[in-house]
């Protein structure tokens, strides 16, 4: 079954501290894997995605993910939380997105609360 | 938010009603989509189009219809709705040239059935 498993539902930092969010997948294809981040009362926006090619992506925001197939994950990473990270991140995994289509299965989410 | 309208953007309903949520958008995307939210879950595929008069079903679709009559929208009813389906609803589109990779999401409707 395809699935996305976020083990973490809530995990606090304080400001200044690195983060990773875990991520791993079952997908029965070559996975494509994205992270989303949802602030309060707003909807989702793309952080980075993999498609293929070199393991470490870097998005928006300082954010990076290293996919690792043998381990089946897609952890996000930032070395330095600012206040402003505080919300609910997503990872996802679709089939290739070809001609657009991208219909995507998504994990449970994981809060983040960010401490002063 | 890439053009993505969602109406009505709170709605409380009756159960046993009919309700319609529409999503509008302005970028010319070929398919549109239905999620819905809630906790402990994510985000779970209700429907989705990939283009006029075509639609699918996506995992958790029973008690959902969709149409598309306009390649700029993309109802979602909810013939008699039902407690369970008290949601947060989102609609993304896909497909767009330049952005082929992306989906957008809209900003939500939540829906409350009492």
């Known amino acids: 079954a395809q699935s996305v498993t976020q083990p973490d539902i809530h995990i606090t930092v304080s400001e200044g501290a690195s983060l990773e969010l875990r991520c791993n997948y079952s997908y029965g294809a070559t996975p494509y894997l994205f992270w989303y981040v949802q602030s309060p009362g707003q909807g989702l926006q793309l952080l980075l995605k993999?498609?293929?090619?070199?393991?470490l992506v870097q998005g928006i925001k300082g954010f990076e993910a290293e996919f690792k197939r043998s381990q089946s994950s897609f952890n996000l990473r930032k070395p330095s939380v600012h206040w402003s990270d505080a919300a609910e991140y997503f990872c996802?995994?679709?089939?290739?997105?070809?001609?657009?289509?991208?219909?995507?299965?998504f994990g449970a989410g994981t809060r983040l609360a960010v401490h002063p | 938010d890439a053009g993505i309208t969602q109406s009505p953007r709170h709605k409380v309903t009756e159960t046993g009603t009919p309700v319609t949520l529409r999503c509008h958008q302005t970028e010319n995307h070929r398919y549109m989509y239905w999620y819905r939210q809630d906790p402990g879950h994510g985000l779970r595929l209700i429907h989705y189009?990939?283009?006029?008069?075509?639609?699918d079903k996506g995992e958790v679709s029973d008690g959902y219809s969709v149409s598309r009559s306009k390649t700029e929208d993309f109802l979602l009813t909810l013939e008699s709705a039902t407690s369970s389906q008290t949601s947060v609803y989102f609609c993304?589109?896909?497909?767009?040239?330049?952005?082929?990779?992306?989906?957008?999401f809209g900003q939500g409707t939540r829906l409350t059935v009492v």
């Open positions: 993304a589109i896909s497909g767009g040239g330049a952005s082929d990779t992306e989906a957008f």
């Open positions: 189009s990939y283009g006029v008069k075509d639609t």
């Open positions: 993999y498609f293929s090619g070199d393991t």
């Open positions: 996802a995994v679709g089939a290739h997105p070809s001609g657009g289509y991208n219909k995507l299965i």
